[in-house]
T-cell receptor, first 116, second 115 residues
Framework: GAVVSQHPSRVICKSGTSVKIECRSLDFQATTMFWYRQFPKQSLMLMATSNEGSKATYEQGVEKDKFLINHASLTLSTLTVTSAHPEDSSFYIC????????????FGPGTRLTVL | DQQVKQNSPSLSVQEGRISILNCDYTNSMFDYFLWYKKYPAEGPTFLISISSIKDKNEDGRFTVFLNKSAKHLSLHIVPSQPGDSAVYFCAASRWGGTSYGKLTFGQGTILTVHP
């Protein structure tokens, strides 16, 4: 149980385009989903926390207009990187927790974004 | 400000021996700690956790120890197996307040278990 999927697993796009990444909890209802990014050989950095049906809470320094998060249902959250630039190239990972945010977070497999 | 630190970037251990991974934290408000295992290009996989009311939690080959006074936790893997080779992240969170559920990760330690 507690499986989280992400799609796509890898995406390459041109600078200036927008990219949408989906995060799904497959066998449980995720009241809270988290989005992280990881640069090579660095830790996972929390970008934002999203609760189903409400606006996401962004961490300091994360541009909410650039990284649009939608948590439309208890099994799906999306992250859209708008007007992507090469510096947005990174590994994006989502996690989901059920029954409230205090539960153990289960992570998706991640999405490798490369912006040319 | 690195609130969770894993000062050893890598650790090499012989198969069958004990692996000890260390983690230090600075924020005394953290009261729930987790260890995750991660392979390249994959998301982290939850291993074991401990709340601040305990000082030890054991699950099979994995044991986590928490020393609150020293703000230090460690993960013991015994016996170590080649399949344990991965990056190990410790993470910390708070049960209440505005940080409810948010995880703060350490930098990770690359564990290599040699046959």
């Amino acid at each position: 149980g507690a499986v989280v999927s992400q799609h796509p697993s890898r995406v390459i796009c041109k600078s200036g385009t927008s990219v949408k990444i989906e995060c799904r909890s497959l066998d449980f209802q995720a009241t809270t989903m988290f989005w992280y990014r990881q640069f090579p050989k660095q830790s996972l950095m929390l970008m934002a926390t999203s609760n189903e049906g409400s606006k996401a809470t962004y961490e300091q320094g994360v541009e909410k207009d650039k990284f649009l998060i939608n948590h439309a249902s208890l099994t799906l959250s999306t992250l859209t990187v708008t007007s992507a630039h090469p510096e947005d190239s990174s590994f994006y990972i989502c996690s989901a927790s059920g029954q409230g945010a205090a539960d153990t977070q289960y992570f998706g497999p991640g999405t490798r974004l490369t912006v040319l | 400000d690195q609130q969770v630190k894993q000062n050893s970037p890598s650790l090499s251990v012989q198969e069958g021996r004990i692996s000890i991974l260390n983690c230090d934290y600075t924020n005394s408000m953290f009261d729930y700690f987790l260890w995750y295992k991660k392979y390249p290009a994959e998301g982290p996989t939850f291993l074991i956790s401990i709340s601040s009311i305990k000082d030890k939690n054991e699950d099979g080959r994995f044991t986590v120890f928490l020393n609150k006074s020293a703000k230090h936790l460690s993960l013991h893997i015994v016996p170590s197996q080649p399949g344990d080779s991965a990056v190990y992240f410790c993470a910390a969170s708070r049960w209440g307040g505005t940080s409810y559920g948010k995880l703060t990760f350490g930098q990770g330690t690359i564990l290599t278990v040699h046959p």
